[in-house]
């Protein structure tokens, strides 16, 4: 392989380092790191772009500002080598923008932002799209030969890294979940409590109450349950100290 769209050793590595996730890792740390690295880890890659599409919205991110601008120019134009690679599922090379026909408009886009090659690579991730698009100053940056390699290895490792994430996510999700669920219990209980105290009844007919109570007020009854332990908690009267 040559030497421009070569791919530096380091590059798998700073790939595989995106699927550690933790409290701070996000869909958007993913796509940030992923542009660094390439940029980074890809001879004559002068700065990356990724857009991840998913439930019909698009996540952009990109090393430099300059690529977002251009990124999103292509939508304005209705035409450029992302919607293509995103349209057709296959990569896209534009050699030099110059030369290349395909996409006059957004060619003079990219010749203002400073870009004379491009490569858009479109990456399947369970039930959304993700294009990875790498860009350099030079033409003729990405040789042909680069392109499969490099889509391979952005596919696999891409994949496992968003796959984590949103796995990771579901997980906090439900565990928010499980832990309003308990929260909930409890202050209903509390709440059936003080009805008990008040009316002398039993902990079914108190429960029966509160979903009365909230049915008529058309409030939850988790919400209902909270004002009656509020109101109740007001209304205790003050310890007093020793002496």
Request: aromatic residues 4%; hydrophobic residues 45%; glycine residues 8%.
């Amino acid at each position: 392989m040559d030497a421009s769209g070569s791919i530096s050793p380091a590059l798998a590595g700073d790939l595989a380092a995106l699927s550690r996730v933790s409290d701070d890792t996000s869909s958007e740390s993913v796509l940030r790191g992923l542009t660094e690295s390439l940029a980074r880890g890809v001879s004559g890659c002068s700065g990356g772009s990724a857009e991840l599409w998913r439930d019909e919205r698009v996540l952009l991110s990109a090393s430099h500002s300059e690529l977002i601008v251009l990124a999103e120019s292509e939508d304005t134009l209705d035409e450029g080598p992302v919607r293509e690679a995103r349209s057709t599922g296959a990569p896209v090379l534009l050699p030099d923008v110059l030369s290349d026909r395909r996409w006059a408009r957004y060619a003079g886009m990219a010749t203002r932002c400073g870009v004379r090659s491009v490569l858009a690579i479109p990456i399947p991730v369970e039930s959304a799209v993700l294009v990875v698009v790498l860009y350099s100053v030079r033409a003729g940056a990405f040789p042909a030969q680069s392109v499969a390699p490099l889509a391979a290895m952005l596919g696999e490792q891409a994949t496992v890294a968003l796959g984590n994430v949103w796995d990771f996510d579901e997980v906090r999700t439900d565990a928010a979940q499980l832990h309003e669920a308990l929260a909930g219990r409890a202050v209903i209980d509390q709440a059936k409590g003080i009805i008990m105290q008040a009316s002398g009844c039993s902990a079914e007919a108190a429960f029966d109450e509160l979903r009365k109570v909230s049915q008529h007020h058309q409030i939850k009854v988790v919400e209902l349950a909270r004002l009656l332990v509020s109101e109740h908690r007001d209304k205790r009267p003050a310890k007093k100290g020793r002496a």
